[in-house]
């Protein structure tokens, strides 16, 4: 099983900054690594896929980077709406499809 | 638009059973893998199930191996969670959500969860 590993837990930013958000796989995923948004009482939404490409309707402030084990969602000017629940995904060796712990990104 | 609206969640005791159902609609269903992925409260998210497109091969989690069941009928739309033997463990927001991997041909490629439902809640206490 491939263990996926998120960095910070909790990151602290203020609107309009920057936010980086990490992800380790302990083995490569390639770029099958996806990044899912969740907001209190709500369902996980895909931001991003194959690590890089952002899913339909999502802003071009937030983007992926990364291959193999080391992966980055950056959002380039935080929003109000924002600040939430951060997921990664491997997709790539399956069962099982792992995520990360989650980091939640608050004022 | 894609819609996946899942139901059949509840309260129920240790060692009891619910069936969880996912009817989707605003895609070709009977094309897609479906799973289902919970999330205990105040925790992460964790796959739980996966179904491929004809329903000839299902994928679980170790913890549900031979307490779960996914199924789906095309002909509806709907996937299904049967989940049996519950423990305090299971509690948890249960979410339908489409992918998994996808078959062209004799190629498998691995998909991200593109959409998900609004979850089910499973409360297992007594």
């Known amino acids: 099983e491939i263990v996926m590993t998120q960095s910070p837990a909790t990151l602290s930013v203020s609107p309009g900054e920057r936010a980086t958000l990490s992800c380790r796989a302990s083995?490569?995923?390639?770029?099958?690594l996806a990044w899912y948004q969740q907001k209190p009482g709500q369902a996980p939404r895909l931001l991003i896929y194959g690590a890089s490409t952002r899913a339909t309707g999502i802003p071009a402030r937030f983007s992926g980077s990364g291959s193999g084990t080391e992966f980055t969602l950056t959002i380039s000017s935080l929003q109000s709406e924002d600040f939430a629940v951060y997921y990664c995904?491997?997709?790539?060796?399956?069962?099982?499809?792992?995520f990360g712990q989650g980091t939640k990104v608050e004022v | 638009e894609v819609q996946l609206l899942e139901s059949g969640g509840g309260l129920v005791q240790p060692g009891g059973s619910l069936r969880l159902s996912c009817a989707a609609s605003?895609?070709?269903?009977?094309?897609?893998?479906m799973s289902w992925v919970r999330q205990a409260p105040g925790k992460g998210l964790e796959w739980v199930s996966s179904?491929?497109?004809?329903?000839?091969?299902?994928y679980y989690t170790d913890s549900v191996k031979g307490r779960f069941t996914i199924s789906r009928d095309n002909s509806k739309n709907t996937v299904y969670l049967q989940v049996n033997s519950l423990r305090a463990e299971d509690t948890a927001e249960y979410y339908c959500?489409?992918?998994?991997?996808?078959?062209?041909?004799?190629?498998?490629?691995?998909?991200?969860?593109?959409?998900w439902g609004q979850g089910t809640l499973v409360t297992v206490s007594s």
């Open positions: 605003g895609f070709t269903f009977a094309r897609f893998v």
């Open positions: 959500a489409k992918g998994g991997f996808v078959v062209r041909g004799v190629i498998i490629s691995p998909t991200p969860f593109d959409f």
């Open positions: 083995q490569s995923v390639s770029i099958n």
């Open positions: 995904q491997q997709y790539n060796n399956w069962p099982p499809w792992t």
């Open positions: 179904i491929s497109e004809s329903g000839g091969d299902t």
